[in-house]
């Protein structure tokens, strides 16, 4: 089924559900929960898969691989509410939602977005995408200049104040900021009235096709680093 838009009960639900959290509230509302985000959610990932396949985009995903779970992992966590307050969805080259390089929406109360990139990968793959950055600076901001023209830009919300060891010598001020991210990604804020449409499948594709150049750069980076 093609995406028609998320409903009115979508956002309030998760805004009840954090104000319960107990299994006997959530089984009482579940059907809200299919109805309204779940099912909304996997229309809208096939969707787009499906358009970005026929754009020849190497991005897949699919509602049985790609929605993230409601349930929390409170295993090594001291917040134990058994739900998460938001839904999210995750397309990668290869479907999985653990693939290096996502394209991602995220929907909640507080605020909904794209977003792309390479979101607090493991060290040895940060490792290899600075030094892809330090190696290749014309590259890296051939890449980037592509993300302004598009409206975009690296998020610098969670930065080193320093730069990491290795990188002491780096003296070009983008490269040196981009090397201190523990993250490489680009976000895209989305309205509240815009999940209600069906073209927010048109808008989530036109993120990816903006922000395919930092996921191209980045999926180099790490072949070429290793």
Known sequence: MSFQGFGPEALPFFKALKFHQSREWFEANRATYESAVKGPMGDLVEDVAERLRHAKIPIKGDRKSSVFRIHRDVRFSSNKDPYKTNAGVALT??????????????????ECFFAAGFYLPDPAELGRLRAAAARAPKAFKAMTAKLRRAG??????????????????VDDAEIAAAIRLKSLICLKPVTA??????????????????????????????????
């Open 152 to 169: 975009l830009g690296l998020s610098d919300g969670d930065s080193l104040k320093r730069a990491p060891r290795g990188f002491e010598a």
């Open 193 to 226: 009235s815009a999940i209600a449409s069906p073209a927010l499948a048109d808008d989530f594709c036109a993120f990816a096709r903006d922000a395919l150049p930092l996921l191209a750069w980045g999926w180099d980076a790490l072949v070429d680093s290793r």
């Open 93 to 110: 080259r290869s479907g999985g939602k653990s693939d290096p390089g996502v394209l991602y929406f995220h929907l909640s109360p507080e």
